[in-house]
């Protein structure tokens, strides 16, 4: 069974520049989470969709960020315009159900670069 | 905001050697996870504990819950080489009686064993 991919690896692009970061989750996951941890700092969270809906955005640090889920299967988080405190690792997670019960299984991670 | 506060921050110890992680905060969790990182991957679930005082072992590895689920601990007895890895606790708490619990992530932990 695939685990959770994510696309591109690494992605380097100069500062005002637009990119799109894709998480395609478990098969059958309705939860997915996107994280990021910038240099030096730890995981934080930036949001939670169930299916295609969005149960927490708290964590998303402003409108250069969005995030979506279209039919509830894979997600994009774009941002745009790109400013250089956004790099780091965004790291996309799936789980079936409450983390207390279930695993949440992480994909490999995006580092993002902005120059 | 929540804060889980991870010591030490750096380990390296000799092969054979027992050694214990501490995870602290001052606010509650529903549950605490540990997770294993690899260098270019994702987190990598260990464990995860629920009850207040809960001690769960995994091979060479234990893992108690404090009695107010503010706090965590890992113990590794006789490490070995492949016990090395970034280790980090998550809390994971629930933003509203609807949502699915979010993680709040500790500073982390970088593990050395020493043949």
């Known amino acids: 069974e695939a685990g959770v991919t994510q696309f591109p690896s690494h992605s380097v692009i100069e500062k005002g520049q637009t990119v799109t970061l894709r998480c395609d989750p478990i098969?059958?996951?309705?939860?997915l989470y996107w994280y990021r941890r910038v240099m030096g700092k730890e995981i934080k969270f930036l949001l939670h969709?169930?299916?295609?809906?969005?149960?927490?955005e708290s964590g998303m640090p402003n409108n250069r960020f969005l995030a979506e889920r279209t039919g509830g299967t894979y997600s994009t988080l774009k941002v745009q315009p790109a400013e250089l405190e956004d790099s780091g690792v965004y790291f996309c997670?799936?789980?079936?159900?409450?983390?207390?019960?279930?695993?949440?299984?992480f994909g490999q991670g995006t580092r993002l670069t902005v120059v | 905001t929540q804060l889980l506060e991870q010591s030490p921050q750096f380990l390296s110890i000799q092969e054979g050697e027992n050694l214990t992680v501490y995870c602290n905060s001052s606010?509650?969790?529903?549950?605490l996870q540990w997770y294993r990182q690899e260098p270019g991957e994702g987190p990598v679930l260990l464990v995860t504990?629920?009850?207040?005082?809960e001690v769960k072992k995994l091979k060479r590895l234990t893992f108690q819950f404090g009695d107010a689920r503010k706090d965590s601990s890992l113990h590794i007895t006789a490490a070995q080489p492949g016990d090395t890895g970034l280790y980090l606790c998550a809390g994971a708490n629930r933003r509203s009686n609807f949502g699915n619990e979010k993680l709040t992530f500790g500073t982390g932990t970088r593990l050395t064993i020493i043949p």
């Open positions: 969709f169930v299916k295609e809906s969005k149960q927490d």
């Open positions: 098969s059958g996951h309705d939860n």
């Open positions: 606010s509650v969790f529903s549950s």
């Open positions: 504990v629920v009850t207040g005082g």
């Open positions: 997670a799936s789980s079936q159900g409450a983390l207390k019960y279930t695993e949440a299984f």
